[in-house]
């Protein structure tokens, strides 16, 4: 009897489970102005990392590893504005960490984040490399549980894309990234901005109460019919 239960009771689980799928945030707001002096943030859109603008093809958890994304432009990538344009770090010249909030159209369970790289057809220090996340449950409007990741220094994502493991499970329906440091130093060109290609996350759709709700009044039915 107790087998039954619990077979009952995984296949009940597996009803309101979902697969991991590619999320691909549905805006992008970047929160840094510069101050003095003050050019703004964006001399690429932000817009562009979420658009799939850059991208070779259409990405789906099966097949975004063989996906490349394009030289970076105007209309293929982000990057900041340098308020003091004489080369060097952006860390070093005074310029603080970058926050970009991401809303995910939807509440998920996230576990990987993944970015194309700032490029032109070679690495370029340019490129954002290590990050603060926040995760928030309500749209943005606080944050809980947070994680830091980072690509390697000197390793940018030129061809293929960058997949970070966030350590866990974080439930959100909007995560805010915050760059700490890109590849300045490792000898490539630039490190003077923060640059992205395009960013997308690995996670699972969490399930609607009702969802939830009705998954186990079916299990207790189940349940019943057993027992009668």
């Known amino acids: 009897m107790k087998k039954s239960l619990l077979t009952l009771m995984f296949f009940a689980a597996a009803a309101v489970s979902r697969a991991a799928v590619l999320i691909t945030p549905t805006g992008a707001t970047a929160s840094l102005t510069f101050t003095p002096p003050s050019p703004g943030i964006n001399f690429f859109p932000i817009g562009n990392i979420v658009n799939n603008s850059g991208l070779s093809g259409a990405t789906t958890l099966a097949n ?26 952006w860390f070093a010249e005074g310029n603080a960490p970058v926050a970009i909030e991401l809303p995910l159209g939807g509440l ?29 449950t309500d749209g943005g409007s606080s944050y809980g549980s947070t994680t830091n990741v980072a690509q390697p220094l000197g390793s940018p994502a030129v061809n293929s894309p960058a997949t970070l493991s966030l350590g866990g499970n974080f439930i959100a329906d909007t995560i805010r990234i915050t760059i700490t440091d890109n590849h300045f130093g490792s000898g490539f060109g630039g490190g003077d901005r923060l640059g992205l290609g395009e960013v997308k996350f690995i996670g699972t759709a969490v399930p609607e109460p009702s969802t939830v709700l009705f998954g186990l009044a079916g299990l207790a039915a189940l349940v019943r019919r057993r027992r009668a």
């Not at 975004?64 to 770090?89: E, K, L, Q, V």
């Not at 998920?108 to 954002?128: D, I, K, Q, R």
């Open 64 to 89: 975004y590893t063989t996906i490349s994304h394009a030289s970076a432009s105007g209309t293929t990538a982000w990057t900041t504005d340098d308020p003091t344009p004489n080369g060097g770090d």
């Open 108 to 136: 998920y369970s996230v576990t990987e984040f993944v970015f194309w790289g700032y490029h032109f057809g070679g690495p370029n220090s340019n490129e954002a490399r290590a990050f603060t996340m926040d995760f928030s």
